[in-house]
């Protein structure tokens, strides 16, 4: 079965504070400003999510947040741990519906991308996702079953084709 | 300038409310858990976020069918129809629990743990828009006073807006009253609903009507109180 899945890394986040936690760094304003502008030209390649998947960690749920509105209108957001850790099977299971989306972190979101293209988790750090990078894949949902169609980077500029 | 207002109150009381709902012996904690996630979904409305909605959104509607037969076993329905009551709100606790195991409710919670307080400025302005659409909703059921979907949909904005003024420290006792009312004609239109679902009803023919007058006279009250009261409820203390 032909499946798609978007594969986004947060945007920049802000420095923790000393002693501050970790999972409740915000977005920069630079992170927000470049990947507003990334949504936009999601949203002008027509792109519309019907599951938006993110992490629990604040700058996930505030990258997520600015992905909503690609929602379809009977899309909904889901928050799971899922894309806090490593990834596992159960993630795999979470690819349904005709666009799925899932926000994360690294190095999880290169581990995610190398395991769904070359069958090999390990390879993750060949694979790198940037803050704000959007990886569209297209395939089968499972290791190896997948290859990236468009790579929309935080920074502008056209879409990639290809890893 | 304006103190922000943080989650903490009600995010703590959803967390309490969490292994009292999986322990089953109070209805109570399924009722908490409703209202707890409930308030944290206008908390976010508040904030402008749409994120996190959907998973408190889940989570009431996972708990919602226990509750509905709480409230009806509770009101001493027939003898006839307790036992499939029960056998119906043990199948709707089995799917409650299931979702209670599930690794999103400790991911919400911990996201919710994360967000900002409210900027209340802000959150004045999006309570606004609350009240707007109860109006609306107000003025879409005087155009139908018979028809449930629409007295359903301002029970939900009147509740909405209710929690919005509580976060924000608003007078909000007119709104009380009026969901009250408003929660009666709801008690009545579930226990039809769900009598409408079962087979051996011919027998109950009584106690349908009785819950229809029940239904007719919250409607009635609901309305007179949102009549005698909208002034009070468009004007924020």
Redesign the interface.
């Known amino acids: 079965v032909k499946q798609s899945l978007l594969l986004v890394r947060h945007g920049i986040a802000e420095d923790a504070p000393d002693g501050g ?1 970790d ?2 760094r ?1 977005l920069s304003k630079e992170g927000r400003r470049r990947f507003t502008a990334t949504v936009r030209r999601l949203h002008r390649a027509g792109t519309r999510i019907d599951r ?1 998947l ?5 700058r996930a ?1 505030e990258t ?2 600015l992905l ?1 509105p690609l ?1 379809a209108e009977d899309g ?7 894309l ?1 850790t490593a990834p596992t099977q159960a993630l795999l299971a979470e690819v349904q519906g005709d666009l799925p989306a899932f926000v994360g972190h690294q190095p999880w979101m290169g581990q995610l991308l190398a395991w769904l293209v070359t069958g090999r988790r390990v390879l993750g750090p060949t694979f790198p996702v940037e803050k704000g990078e959007v990886v569209r894949l297209e395939g089968e949902a499972r290791p190896g079953g997948m290859r990236v169609r468009r790579r929309f980077s935080a920074g502008g500029g056209r879409p990639r084709r290809g890893p | 300038m304006a103190p922000a207002v943080p989650a903490a109150r009600w995010l703590e009381r959803l967390e309490e409310s969490i292994p009292v709902a999986r322990r089953g012996r109070d209805p109570e904690g399924v009722h908490r858990l409703r209202v707890a996630a409930g308030r944290l979904e206008v908390w976010l409305r508040l904030h402008g ?7 408190l959104g ?1 989570l009431r509607s996972c708990a919602g069918p226990v509750r509905d037969h709480d409230v009806i076993l509770h009101a001493r329905p027939p003898a006839s129809w307790v036992p499939w009551l029960k056998r119906r709100r043990t199948e709707a606790r089995r799917a409650l629990l299931a979702a209670l195991d599930e ?2 409710l ?3 919670v ?2 919710l743990g ?3 307080p409210l900027d209340r400025a802000q959150a004045e302005e999006r309570s606004e828009r609350l009240l707007a659409k109860a109006l609306a909703a107000a003025a879409h059921v005087e155009e139908d006073p018979h028809d449930a979907g629409r007295l359903h949909e301002l029970r939900r904005r009147v509740r909405r807006l209710r929690y919005a003024r509580e976060w924000l420290e608003q007078e909000v006792g007119s709104l009380e009253r009026l969901q009250e009312a408003l929660g009666q004609a709801n008690d009545a239109a579930v226990a039809l609903r769900l009598l409408g679902g079962y087979r051996d009803a011919e027998g109950l023919a009584e106690y349908r009507s009785l819950l229809e007058g029940r239904f007719c006279v919250a409607r009635e009250r609901a309305l007179r109180a949102w009549q005698e009261q909208r002034a009070l409820v468009s004007a924020p203390a």
């Open positions: 936690s999972e409740a915000p938006l993110h992490s629990p960690l604040l749920v997520a947040e909503v929602l909904e957001t889901l928050v799971t741990p899922l806090a | 976020l749409h994120v996190l909605r959907d998973d889940w690794p999103r400790p991911a919400l911990r996201a994360l967000l900002p």
